[in-house]
Every structure is written in structure tokens, then in C-alpha cells.
């Protein structure tokens, strides 16, 4: 597994950014049961810089908490059945290992959102990692029982790493 993690604005933190993504990602993987070795890029950045990016690419103008652009597309959520030959290109040439797409954090948003939820930061960072996880292996939120489904399996991804809510 291959995780490029680029920080812009640093999360001031009392755990280590880098191994909670990577438990939190792996897991993840796990969860779906992605049959491949997978790259994902995690950017860190602030408010600015995520309002600017969710403008240019979804035309919304204004701050999010996270963003999320995945590379394959799926007939199902979490099926990766068939994704090898139908989506090659998904695939880094060199390391063999599928794409599953980018996540992009506001780290202004982890902070606002612990405070506002009464959580921890180390609570609320794995949680926008798990939720755009979800995001990547094809699954949404836009119905409200795809909501319910995306809200267990985060809930269950977080549990089975034991960070739970404060």
C-alpha cells in the first residue's frame, strides 16, 4: 500500500497524522474487501485552499471539511469485481497497485468540527479519512438509506480500530 500524504497546513496534533491515516486507510481497504494493493494521496490543507478546490470542481463556493476524488468507477459500491480489465488505467504501471483516488482535508475544518461535536481531533481527522475511504471504493451519501449504509460502515471502520467517539 502506497499512501503520499502532502501536508499544506500542519494539524497540530498529540498523535502521529501519518499512522492514524495509514490504520485508518488500511482498514478501510479491509472493510470493503479491496482485493488489491492500493495508492492513495492524502493532502492536508486549510479552509482557503479546499473552498477554492470544491469551487473549480463541484462549483460550490465555499469551505468544506473534506473532499473526495476517486479514480474508479463502480457498478456497485465496493465491488472491484472486473475493475482490472475494465479500468486499467486505474492502475500505477510501476508499483501494480490500483489508484483508489485523493483525499483532501481541511485541517480548519478537523479542528472546527472536534470542537463543534465535542470530540477529538485524533476522532474527527480518522473520521474524514474513513468517510472519504468510502468515497473512493465507490459509495455515497446522496439518498438517505445510502446515508444510513455509509454512516454504519464508518461507525464499524472506526470500532474495529478503536477510536470512538469521546
Known amino acids: 500500500m502506497t499512501i503520499n500524504i ?20 488500511e482498514e478501510a481497504i479491509d472493510y470493503v474487501g479491496c482485493p488489491y494493493e492500493c495508492e492513495i494521496n492524502l493532502l492536508l490543507t486549510d479552509n482557503d485552499e479546499i473552498r477554492s478546490i470544491n ?12 473532499l ?18 475494465s ?12 489508484i483508489l483516488g485523493d483525499i483532501i482535508i481541511s485541517v480548519d475544518k478537523v479542528y472546527e468540527q472536534a470542537r463543534e461535536y465535542n470530540h477529538s481531533i485524533k476522532r474527527e481527522y480518522a473520521f474524514l479519512i474513513a468517510h472519504s475511504m468510502l468515497h473512493l471504493c465507490g459509495f455515497d451519501h446522496m439518498e438517505a438509506d445510502d446515508a444510513i449504509i455509509m454512516e454504519e460502515h464508518q461507525k464499524n471502520i472506526l470500532n474495529k480500530i478503536r477510536i470512538f467517539r469521546d
Open 87 to 98: 479500468q486499467p488505467d486505474c492502475f500505477n504501471p510501476e508499483t501494480g497497485e490500483l
Open 55 to 66: 469551487k473549480e470542481y463541484r462549483n460550490i463556493d465555499k469551505a468544506t471539511d473534506v
Open 68 to 85: 473526495s476524488f476517486p479514480m474508479a468507477e463502480y457498478e456497485r459500491p465496493g465491488d472491484f469485481e472486473g475493475i482490472e480489465e
Open 6 to 25: 502532502e501536508v499544506e497546513k500542519n494539524l497540530e496534533s498529540d498523535f502521529d497524522i501519518n499512522e492514524v491515516a495509514g490504520l485508518v486507510i
